[in-house]
């Protein structure tokens, strides 16, 4: 296809084929990467005409998506899609190239992990965007709509079978070069806001897409983007997505003091992620004043050997540490725990498991290990090292609570399914709290069905 005249550019984030962890797959906020890539293409292009299509976020089926697009007409369509979504995603494109020419784009963390791969698997993608796509799909869009030889670093195509471009990962240096196009949403209940990229740490389940650097955001431009968020869509709550919140604890005290002097602490409460290495006394006590409402710190094992080996450069007494710290300000926090590991044993999953209940979180997570491409594990379950086995190249099945992607050498893998659904159950029972154990299963009840009917499953099945 060749672009001529008026141009459209529609992003879309594909409908998910069933509603298994309704955070991820009917969230109640719009597609952070979508409207960073609306903002970023409009400010720097404005004669396209931008939309964007978040089918998760208004509940869109398949076909009610396709129909909506048929109508748009758009002449260019930007995927997005992390492992678990590719294929729906492929199948949405396919479906849609069916019915009317365009040029499609996929971007997001599995074509940054396999370009090549995933332009060889699925067709129906004429260009992959690797890594942080502003830059690059607006380069991107600079050739496509003006007919240009395309040498983009991070675009990559096939041409006559051959792997063409680059597969190298764009990162946008200038974090405050871009203001999310949150206006081509509807309201939503909550936002997700990324204020910083990259993580300096180096866990070896993470594929690390924003690199080792951080590069952050000014507090001014945070502070901006929420006075607008407030008094234009009115969100409830806002989700601080970057990797480790408090990497730059003296940024977030001012962050903290911004707020605190703009008012909105009395308009939001906003909720991070973190490490448990990049907390102090007077940075909890200025996010308590700023009305967060829970930090989530990824703990991932509860053993001392396991904790050393997976590159979280922490263990149980620094995580007790800053447990003790959250709970002297009264700041709620959850954790997260990936059964799993590394030469995972049955004694090492059960002292997780303990770890968990000992910590007492307000809201505990317990994933099992998947090897997303891009990984360590990835790059260990494919040579069988670490007690792992790689048993599916099926995407749809690299989904951290019910998927079936890989097998473990040291612990039977039903054995883990069965101790990360005791585990929920465990660290609400045991510590008494009988009011949140069903607070906890109302609100993620459509993970925990789909749990107990795998649990099920293999009991009938063993019979």
Not at 437 to 461: D, E, M, N, P, W
């Amino acid at each position: 296809m060749k672009l001529n005249g008026n141009h459209h550019l529609l992003l879309v984030n594909a409908p998910a084929p069933n509603v298994v962890e309704a955070h991820y797959d009917t969230p109640v906020f719009p597609r952070t990467s979508l409207a960073f890539l609306a903002g970023y293409v409009r400010d720097h292009l404005p004669g396209i005409t931008i939309s964007v299509l978040d089918c998760k976020f208004d509940r869109l089926n398949e076909q009610i998506a396709i129909e909506k697009i048929l109508k748009m007409k758009p002449t260019i369509i930007g995927f997005t899609a992390m492992t678990n979504e590719v294929k729906s995603c492929a199948k949405l494109c396919s479906k849609i190239k069916e019915k009317m020419d365009f040029k499609s784009i996929i971007g997001g963390v599995h074509y940054s992990a396999l370009p090549e791969q995933t332009l060889r698997e699925f067709p129906c993608f004429d260009y992959g965007v690797a890594g942080e796509g502003e830059e690059a799909l607006l380069s991107l869009l600079n050739c496509l709509t003006e007919n240009k030889e395309i040498n983009i670093s991070g675009v990559g195509y096939l041409k006559e079978d051959k792997f063409c471009g680059s597969s190298e990962r764009q990162l946008l240096q200038n974090q405050n070069d871009v203001f999310p196009a949150w206006d081509m949403f509807r309201a939503g209940k909550d936002y997700m806001l990324q204020t910083a990229r990259g993580c300096p740490f180096t866990c070896e389940f993470c594929m690390n897409p924003g690199g080792r650097k951080v590069r952050s955001q000014s507090v001014e431009h945070i502070v901006n983007e929420l006075k607008w968020l407030v008094e234009n869509k009115a969100p409830k709550t806002v989700y601080f997505g970057d990797e480790i919140f408090t990497v730059d604890q003296q940024r977030i005290i001012k962050l903290c003091d911004a707020m605190i002097e703009a008012g909105l602490h009395k308009k939001l409460s906003w909720r991070c992620q973190t490490h448990v290495n990049c907390l102090n006394e007077k940075l909890v006590m200025k996010m308590k004043q700023a009305n967060c409402s829970l930090v989530g710190l990824g703990i991932e094992t509860g053993d001392e050997s396991l904790l050393k080996s997976i590159g979280k450069g922490t263990d149980k007494k620094k995580v007790n540490d800053a447990i003790k710290l959250l709970n002297k300000y009264d700041l709620k926090y959850s954790t997260f725990f990936i059964l799993g590991q590394a030469n995972e044993t049955y004694e090492t999953a059960k002292e997780t498991v303990n770890f968990a209940v000992e910590l007492n979180p307000m809201e505990p997570v317990f994933g099992l290990m998947v090897p997303y491409p891009g990984t360590k594990v990835w790059d260990m379950a494919n040579r069988n090292e670490g007690g792992f086995k790689l048993l599916s190249k099926d995407w749809d099945v690299y989904n951290k609570q019910i998927g079936n992607a890989m097998s473990f050498e040291g612990i039977k893998r039903s054995q883990l399914e069965r101790m990360q659904f005791l585990a929920y159950v465990k660290v609400f029972l045991y510590n008494y709290r009988f009011k949140d154990f069903i607070k906890f299963c109302l609100k993620y009840r459509s993970v925990g069905l789909a749990i107990i009917f795998k649990q099920f499953h293999f009991f009938t099945k063993s019979r």
